[in-house]
């Protein structure tokens, strides 16, 4: 099984923790859309997109990479960060537009101090916490076991 996640992670860092804690414990090449925009994915199996929330979508970078990059009928699993909700669509439909499987969606809150929240000292402030890091890893093994 070889894997790997595409990910932006621009505002706090929030989604790199995240992807790192599953990378720390398993064997997955990390990617980071905002400074690669070509990848040969043919040798993976998995494929995992994960960004932060911005303005209810993916990172640009992280679905450009996909439309660039995502091979037919792949398998492949989401995870973001929000301040408020998840949103997976704009990263699905590109997902959909390949033929692709999505296997799991996975999704914590990320400190947010975007706009007005700076004001108030941020929402979702120590988020993700080591619940959430160990969450996503139990999800990322779940996937990998199926
Ligand atoms: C420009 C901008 C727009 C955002 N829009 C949303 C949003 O629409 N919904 C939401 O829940 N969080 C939103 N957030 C909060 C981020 O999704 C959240 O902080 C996320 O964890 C950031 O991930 P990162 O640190 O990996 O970039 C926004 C943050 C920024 C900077």
């Known amino acids: 099984m070889k894997a790997a996640i595409i990910y932006a992670s621009v505002h706090h860092e929030n989604t790199k923790k995240v992807v790192e804690a599953i990378a720390g414990e ?8 905002t400074k690669e925009k070509e990848r ?15 303005y ?3 990172h640009q970078t992280v679905l450009n990479f996909a439309l660039a990059n995502l091979l037919a009928n792949k398998n492949v699993f989401l995870l973001c960060t929000c301040g408020g909700s998840a949103a ?3 990263i699905e439909e590109v997902v959909k ?3 692709g499987k999505v296997v799991g969606k996975f999704s914590c809150k990320g400190y947010d101090t975007f706009g007005p929240f700076k004001l108030i000292g941020g929402i979702a ?3 993700p916490d080591d619940k959430d890091l160990a969450d996503a890893v139990t999800f990322y093994k779940g996937i990998i076991q199926k």
């Open 26 to 33: 398993n064997v997955v090449d990390l990617i980071d859309a």
């Open 125 to 127: 402030k120590g988020h």
């Open 97 to 99: 537009s390949k033929q």
């Open 88 to 90: 997976f669509q704009s």
């Open 56 to 58: 209810g979508k993916f």
């Open 40 to 54: 040969d994915l043919s040798g993976y199996d998995l494929i995992g997109f994960a960004s932060g929330v911005y």
